[in-house]
């Protein structure tokens, strides 16, 4: 019946009016639905999404796992022998990467389904990611999965520390202005300089293998993806840059 919880609409709502009018009453039960909302939180709520309904991330790793794949669940259209071609060469997990690292909830699942976890490119420090590093690993330490950590920084490298920095600054400048609405620093400085200390690695071949190494220290990394096309960047300097990064720098690393 298309009418049939009317009457009962009608009351709920005369009784939230009624709950409004009094504001004491309303201000207290407001404060108390968000401090109980957290079962409802859009992270948790997300979460069940992919892991019940949309069964995205089970699904997507059986696909690139499995030679065929056949399921049949309660909430969406079942599929029967299903295979992707062509075949890929590697390993789901050293494809899949689970994007996270403001929320626990984020580097939990990626500890329940065995990928990698991936920290954000944000205006924050390394170190600011320590506490979700560690969970992350604790969780992964209880499944029995080896952890694998991410972490994308700014870089840019020129010969020498100086022309590194006059020729970065205006780029790294202008994408922080236009960047800084979305990404936000949480606190931390954004500065030309002060990012340099942070996310942000800039000098020369030497200064950078210092840098990449500090922060690889840091958060334990696997993975240390280098950010360099940024803020309109010329061609002709970045490509001078990742000649840099191939020759000067990665063969210090390893």
Not at 61 to 89: C, N, Y
Not at 115 to 135: A, C, G, K, N, Q
Not at 169 to 198: C, I, K, N, W
Request: hydrophobic share 40%; with cysteine; glycine share 6%.
């Amino acid at each position: 019946r298309l009418m049939g919880d009317f009457a009962s609409y009608i009351d709920a709502q005369d009784r939230v009016s009624a709950a409004y009018a009094d504001r004491e009453r309303w201000t207290r039960l407001s404060i108390l639905n968000v401090a109980r909302m957290g079962k409802f939180s859009s992270d948790r709520s997300i979460r069940d999404y992919c892991r019940d309904i949309w069964r995205v991330l089970p699904t997507k790793i059986a696909l690139l796992s499995e030679d065929e794949v056949t399921w049949q669940g309660k909430f969406r259209t079942p599929i029967e022998r299903v295979r992707i071609e062509p075949r890929p060469l590697q390993k789901a997990e050293d494809m899949l990467w689970i994007g996270g690292g403001l929320s626990p909830i984020s580097a939990a699942l990626s500890a329940d389904v065995g990928l990698p976890l991936m920290l954000p490119s944000l205006f924050r420090w390394p170190t600011d990611y320590l506490e979700i590093v560690e969970h992350y690993r604790q969780q992964c330490a209880a499944k029995g999965v080896v952890p694998r950590i991410g972490f994308p920084a700014y870089l840019h490298v020129a010969r020498t520390s100086q022309e590194a920095r006059a020729r970065w600054r205006p780029h790294l400048e202008h994408y922080q202005s236009f960047a800084m609405d979305v990404r936000g620093s949480f606190g931390r400085p954004t500065d030309f300089d002060a990012l340099l200390t942070g996310p942000a690695i800039c000098g020369s071949p030497a200064e950078c293998v210092e840098r990449i190494a500090e922060i690889n220290a840091i958060l334990g990394l696997d993975r240390h993806v280098f950010l360099m096309d940024i803020g309109g960047l010329p061609w002709d300097e970045l490509t001078d840059a990742i000649d840099l990064l191939a020759t000067e720098v990665m063969p210090h690393l390893w």
